[in-house]
């Protein structure tokens, strides 16, 4: 099975703001952080966002946090709707063109397989991913400077 880079980044995004839970957290922090270019964590963040994952707020004091709790956020939902398709093979598209499609086998098993995958992601929500929040933010390198308050 393979995910999209998108929906990566959209998993590593969540385990950030899920480390961050006291806080409003920037694109900026979290573009150094993953060596992901600001403009492109933008339509991810936004993605995000639209699908009711991530609180954004503009303006000084502003930035991101989790919509809900990470034990509320199941992962398989976030790749679903961050996914923007599962066509495994070409006979998983409605314009098919395969001539063995109205016979074949193998799309079946396929099929299973991608259910089978789906359905472990179902088994964890975005709190088993984050875990130990301390070492969490120990290999993200979030500095309590980072975290304080500003005076």
């Known amino acids: 099975m393979h995910i999209t880079q998108h929906t990566d980044y959209a998993l590593r995004v969540l385990i950030y703001l899920g480390a961050c839970p006291e806080r409003r ?12 270019s600001r403009s492109h964590l933008m339509k991810i963040v936004t993605r995000l966002v639209a699908e009711g994952f991530v609180d954004g707020a503009r303006g000084k004091g502003g930035g991101l946090r989790l919509q809900c709790a990470p034990e509320a956020i199941g992962v398989g939902a976030v790749v679903r709707r961050m996914e923007p398709g599962f066509d495994l093979v070409e006979c998983f598209r409605s314009d098919a063109a395969c001539l063995l499609t109205s016979g074949c086998r193998l799309k079946g098993a396929l099929h299973t397989a ?36 500003p005076r």
Do not use: H, Q, W
């Not at 957290?25 to 992901?36: G, H, L």
């Not at 991913?129 to 979030?142: A, E, K, M, Q």
């Open 25 to 36: 957290v920037t694109i900026k922090e979290m573009a150094a952080c993953f060596d992901i």
């Open 114 to 149: 991608l259910s089978a995958f789906l359905a472990s992601l179902d088994t964890l929500t975005l709190a088993d991913l984050i875990g130990n929040p301390p070492r969490l933010r120990t290999l993200l390198r979030i500095d309590d400077a980072a975290t304080s308050p």
